[in-house]
């Protein structure tokens, strides 16, 4: 394995399975293995569980699971993961990581489209979404649908895990280096510090007004392995700008808005979308915030794609404005150029996209 700083390609990430980093009893699904990540699989088992915890020092995922435990599903056959409930799964991959290789997870872009909230768990962890370098262990994730009910089995894939040696963040002066070079994002005002800042669209001027959607209550069961099955208006409520370019959001409720600007992720590099400063506004903006290489790029049938904004407003109403700031993408360097690139060569579903619900949906 390449000591090579950056994050970990497709082929590495096969590369370390072969080698025993990466364990599981059963081989990889034939479209796991992204250009950046790895998708993880739900295990058999789903325990129902009093409260979310981190387990610290000392402690074990299972250990702390007895202590809350409810009572535990077989998911073999599938099983419905209600609304507001926390469920612990333990994931069908195990890790024995090399000293030096460290990783991070993030819900899959269709799992945060469905405001389904997760994250892993390590043994002895003391941060969610966290697996320090060298870990050795079993992976759990913590899943609770906040909007509709979720019909999961064995295999299904909420979560996925980027690896990575080093330090592989730009400083300030290689996003505006790379951003001159490569264009990251497509707006002439576009604000380059600590990453690239992305704002929020509500005149819907490409979509006949068409700024987004609020969910429905009180819905039927989203089945997560099944693609354009479900009718959109059985599930969300379509929003239109009526000429204001400003949009209130209801506490509790979920929305799913597009940035304005193009986004474009270059070959040699990865992205994320890091949590928003909580000083700007009362809501939370992506639960998803992985973005291949790829994304959005000419020569993978992108051309710049939006970026599709999973948003929750927190205790209180909250308002937003046409083109006000809502997050920034981080740009991480690739340890090497992934063979297949996010979109065109995968089929993969958000390419070129602009406001889009989970592929779950029939699209209009």
Request: aromatic share 8%; charged share 25%; hydrophobic share 40%.
């Amino acid at each position: 394995m390449t000591s090579a700083t950056g994050i970990y390609s497709a082929r590495m990430i096969n590369q370390m399975h072969q080698d025993g980093a990466i364990i599981s009893a059963q081989p990889f699904d034939a479209d796991q293995v992204q250009p950046a990540s790895l998708d993880l699989r739900l295990g058999t088992i789903a325990y129902r569980v009093r409260a979310s915890f981190l387990p610290g020092p000392k402690t074990s995922v299972m250990k702390r699971i007895e202590d809350l435990k409810l009572h535990q599903i077989n998911l073999g056959d599938g099983a419905v993961l209600e609304r507001g409930c926390v469920y612990i799964v333990p994931l069908m991959e195990e890790l024995a990581l090399p000293e030096g290789v460290s990783a991070t997870t993030n819900p899959k872009s269709s799992t945060g489209r469905l405001d389904i909230f997760t994250r892993v768990i390590t043994d002895e962890g003391r941060a969610f979404d966290t697996v320090p370098a060298g870990y050795k262990g079993k992976l759990y994730l913590e899943i609770s649908p906040r909007t509709f009910p979720a019909l999961v089995r064995q295999g299904s894939r909420l979560s996925q895990i980027r690896f990575r040696s080093g330090d592989s963040r730009l400083s300030v002066a290689e996003h505006k280096e790379l951003h001159a070079k490569e264009t990251l994002v497509f707006d002439d005002d576009a604000i380059v510090e600590q990453g690239v800042s992305l704002s929020i669209d509500l005149l819907g001027s490409d979509r006949g007004g068409l700024i987004g959607y609020r969910s429905k209550r009180h819905t039927a069961v989203v089945d997560v392995d099944k693609k354009a099955a479900l009718d959109i208006l059985d599930f969300w409520e379509p929003l239109h700008d009526r000429g204001t370019g400003e949009l209130i959001l209801d506490p509790d409720e979920f929305y799913i808005l597009v940035s304005r600007e193009a986004v474009h992720v270059p070959p040699d590099y990865a992205a994320e979308m890091v949590p928003f400063d909580p000083l700007v506004g009362e809501f939370r903006v992506h639960y998803a915030g992985f973005f291949d290489p790829g994304f959005g790029h000419a020569g993978a049938a992108g051309a710049g794609s939006r970026a599709v904004l999973e948003v929750r407003s927190r205790e209180v109403p909250f308002l937003v404005e046409h083109g006000q700031t809502i997050g920034r993408l981080v740009y991480e360097r690739m340890a090497e150029r992934p063979d297949n690139l996010y979109g065109a060569d995968l089929g993969s579903n958000y390419q070129g996209q602009h406001l889009k619900l989970s592929k779950h949906f029939k699209q209009n």
